[in-house]
């Protein structure tokens, strides 16, 4: 008595259908990972900023002594290089007591000016987001650098007031740190309107 087998697998109009659907899926939520993806950007920029600013104010209460962040720019934004010098337009930073410009690759120094503390480039993420620092002193004119003295308050009278990290596509969510008088840094969102201030993102 002979057995049949019964082959298995696609056939091709199936292989084809499936094929179809998951290009229409694709298509569909494509815009949504975009967003996604810049807005995980703008995230990883603020972050960033926020922590070298938190970083400037520790280092200058654990030394007692004035310490600074710098925003400065790059040829290669990946790379902390002595080409660099200072923007208000750029997501790369250095913590250091004296100006870094010509000098950001050096070593972290305590006796060495600059006086390195510690730095970061704006890596690949912050060539794709819009970095915008302005002075507390009128919230217009560009800010490069925010220093903190011995107690953790602004030091200099052109202090960074506000840093704004947006996207090039809309739909995504801008961020906004600021750094008050007192010295207190924190990150909160632009377009959060919440007449009642109870919500914690709100500027």
Do not use: Y
């Not at 292989?15 to 975009?34: D, E, N, Q, R, Y």
């Not at 790369?92 to 950001?104: E, F, K, L, T």
């Not at 002193?137 to 506000?162: K, M, P, W």
């Amino acid at each position: 008595m002979a057995v049949t087998m019964r082959q298995r697998g696609f056939t091709l109009v199936e292989l084809i259908v499936t094929i179809a659907v998951l290009a229409l899926i694709l298509f569909a939520v494509m815009p949504s990972i975009g967003t996604w993806l810049e807005n995980t950007r703008i995230r990883n920029v603020a972050d960033s900023l926020q922590n070298g600013l938190q970083v400037a104010r520790g280092e200058a209460v654990r030394r007692n002594q004035n310490v600074s962040l710098w925003l400065v720019s790059l040829n290669d934004p990946a790379v902390l290089s002595d080409d660099c010098s200072l923007s208000g337009a750029s997501g790369a930073w250095i913590v250091s007591v004296n100006s870094p410009i010509g000098h950001c690759s050096d070593a972290p120094s305590t006796t060495s000016s600059p006086m390195i503390v510690t730095g970061r480039p704006a890596g690949d993420s912050g060539g794709r987001v819009t970095v915008a620092a302005v002075q507390a002193i009128d919230g217009s004119t560009e800010g490069t650098t925010v220093t903190f003295n011995g107690f953790g308050r602004i030091a200099n009278s052109d202090a960074i007031g506000q840093i704004d990290v947006t996207g090039s596509s809309t739909g995504t969510r801008a961020l906004r740190i600021v750094v008050s008088p007192s010295g207190s840094v924190r990150m909160c969102e632009p377009a959060i309107v919440d007449s009642t201030a109870k919500d914690p993102r709100k500027c």
